[in-house]
């Protein structure tokens, strides 16, 4: 598994500052809701940090990778990627 520093450097890199910040804050309260519901913090963290990695891809590097990993993309996935 992924260490959190590795893909935290690869998430800021991939990021504008907002939407970075944004996965900050929403590492920092899902560590919270981690605690209260005795959740494994470390995979709290991974998902938290990376959930929109792909978010400011362009619609080439997004058809990149639908191919490359042969994702099936249904007609309201296709409409809105």
């Given at each position: 598994?992924?260490?959190?520093?590795?893909?935290?450097?690869?998430?800021?890199?991939?990021?504008?500052?907002?939407?970075?910040?944004?996965?900050?804050?929403?590492v920092?309260?899902?560590?919270?809701?981690?605690?209260?519901?005795?959740?494994?913090?470390?995979?709290?963290?991974l998902?938290?940090?990376?959930?929109?990695?792909?978010?400011?891809?362009?619609?080439?590097?997004?058809?990149?990778?639908?191919?490359?990993?042969?994702?099936k993309?249904?007609?309201?996935?296709?409409?809105?990627?």
């Amino acid at each position: 598994m992924i260490e959190y520093d590795k893909l935290y450097e690869i998430v800021k890199g991939r990021l504008s500052e907002k939407r970075f910040k944004h996965s900050e804050m929403v590492v920092k309260r899902a560590l919270e809701y981690a605690k209260i519901y005795g959740e494994d913090e470390n995979i709290v963290k991974l998902s938290a940090v990376s959930h929109d990695i792909a978010k400011e891809l362009s619609d080439e590097e997004n058809s990149m990778y639908i191919n490359k990993y042969g994702i099936k993309l249904d007609r309201i996935e296709k409409e809105n990627k």
